[in-house]
T-cell receptor, first 116, second 114 residues
Framework: DAGVIQSPRHEVTEMGQEVTLRCKPI?????LFWYRQTMMRGLELLIY????????DSGMPEDRFSAKMPNASFSTLKIQPSEPRDSAVYFC??????????????FGSGTQLSVL | AQSVTQLDSQVPVFEEAPVELRCNYS??????LFWYVQYPNQGLQLLLK??????LVKGINGFEAEFNKSQTSFHLRKPSVHISDTAEYFC????????????FGSGTRLSIRP
């Protein structure tokens, strides 16, 4: 398996533009997570899905952020409109839960977002 | 809700010296604990995890961590570090009732000097 695949690896955009980050989880994994990493706040959980259904979006910073998972093999994180303070590395991760707490998160390589 | 505190944002050590990276957690219920490592320009990888049983957990690359319930700590240790251990290390916690929601600490950057 190729692992968790994120695209693009780098995104540079101007303030006010819409940004869409994409993630393909590992086949068969039933959980998908979106994290944001910044120097100031470290790694923050934004939202996670189970079987394509959003379970907890309490970490989504504002209404400008939205996430979807239309099927088991694809998820998007959208920021509209983007602002400079959204600049960060966004990680997608997936896991296969067995209900025993031994879930291991598999991370993608991240998307480095710069909003100018 | 659970939370994780990593007090040291950076830890510089000399090669072959021992190292301890500190992690404290807060939760009103039983938890699972994890350490992840992030090498430059990569995603995170699982180093080790504590689920139950022995409080001393051994992970990959010679790392180990000890769960201390009374002190709500899960410090990571290695007796002798190598240049290749240079990375950022994240402590993480999940509550047993919602095991899939894993919350990370702010990370500790380990830099190894020759």
């Amino acid at each position: 398996d190729a692992g968790v695949i994120q695209s693009p690896r780098h995104e540079v955009t101007e303030m006010g533009q819409e940004v869409t980050l994409r993630c393909k989880p590992i086949s068969g994994h039933d959980y998908l997570f979106w994290y944001r990493q910044t120097m100031m706040r470290g790694l923050e959980l934004l939202i996670y899905f189970n079987n394509n259904v959003p379970i907890d979006d309490s970490g989504m910073p504002e209404d400008r952020f939205s996430a979807k998972m239309p099927n088991a093999s694809f998820s998007t994180l959208k920021i509209q409109p983007s602002e400079p303070r959204d600049s960060a590395v966004y990680f997608c991760a997936s896991s296969l839960t067995r209900g025993l707490g031994n879930e291991k998160l598999f991370f993608g390589s991240g998307t480095q977002l710069s909003v100018l | 809700a659970q939370s994780v505190t990593q007090l040291d944002s950076q830890v510089p050590v000399f090669e072959e010296a021992p190292v301890e990276l500190r992690c404290n957690y807060s939760s009103s219920v039983s938890v699972y604990l994890f350490w992840y490592v992030q090498y430059p320009n990569q995603g995170l990888q699982l180093l080790l995890k504590y689920l139950s049983g022995s409080t001393l957990v051994k992970g990959i690359n010679g790392f180990e961590a000890e769960f201390n319930k009374s002190q709500t700590s899960f410090h990571l240790r290695k007796p002798s570090v190598h240049i290749s251990d240079t990375a950022e290390y994240f402590c993480a916690v999940s509550e047993r009732s919602s095991a899939s929601k894993i919350i990370f600490g702010s990370g500790t950057r380990l830099s190894i000097r020759p």
